[in-house]
T-cell receptor, first 110, second 114 residues
């Protein structure tokens, strides 16, 4: 069974708009990570947020974590065509055993 | 650095055949894992290792074996291929020092079992 569930499953927006993806999980975690996967490629690590952190930024990415609600969100600001990809959250309960959600497929329209 | 290298990139097997998917990393990472990804789904953990000589089962280990004789290599063996093992397989590695950089993934092996 998968720990994370992502919402929405698919998201289509215009270039320049912001994109928000959500992730919910079921049990306590050490950290939560977000990955990007371009079509037919491997996953690329985007950002990691620890269980004692509430918000983290990296360039155009903003991640929030609410451990009381067992949820996280990924915000991509000022989207670009190159941001078109699938985005996965992954929870780490220890020993780096990541459990992935099913992903959000993001399409940026020019 | 090459990162995580997986071979082959594509493979077609007949039901019942065995094969080994190779994975090598040159980052001196202690942690390595194998995942499979089925269409429209996230990744599911098959086996993982926290260091040379140490392996453990993940979520979907049946039908697969692993070994970790060196830090660099973590091969995945399919014992008797079945159509249900048709999938894309990803190997990944990570440093255990807080894991702040997350996992580095290989580019995947696309396996079809007929």
């Amino acid at each position: 069974s998968q720990q994370g569930e992502e919402d929405p499953q698919a998201l289509s927006i215009q270039e320049g708009e912001n994109a928000t993806m959500n992730c919910s999980y079921k049990t306590s975690i050490n950290n939560l990570q977000w990955y990007r996967q371009n079509s037919g490629r491997g996953l690329v690590h985007l950002i990691l947020i620890r269980s004692n952190e509430r918000e983290k930024h990296s360039g155009r990415l903003r991640v929030t974590l609410d451990t009381s609600k067992k949820s996280s969100s990924l915000l991509i600001t000022a989207s670009r065509a190159a941001d078109t990809a699938s985005y996965f959250c992954a929870t780490d309960k220890g020993a780096q055993k990541l459990v992935f959600g099913q992903g959000t497929r993001l399409t940026i329209n020019p | 650095n090459a990162g995580v290298t997986q071979t082959p990139k594509f493979q077609v097997l007949k039901t019942g055949q065995s094969m080994t998917l190779q994975c090598a990393q040159d980052m001196n990472h202690e942690y390595m894992s194998w995942y499979r990804q089925d269409p429209g789904m996230g990744l599911r953990l098959i086996h993982y290792s926290v260091g040379a000589g140490i392996t453990d089962q993940g979520e979907v280990p049946n039908g697969y074996n692993v070994s970790r004789s060196t830090t660099e290599d973590f091969p995945l063996r399919l014992l008797s291929a079945a159509p249900s093992q048709t999938s894309v397989y990803f190997c990944a590695s990570c440093s255990p020092t807080g894991g702040i950089y997350g996992y580095t993934f290989g580019s995947g092996t696309r396996l079809t079992v007929v």
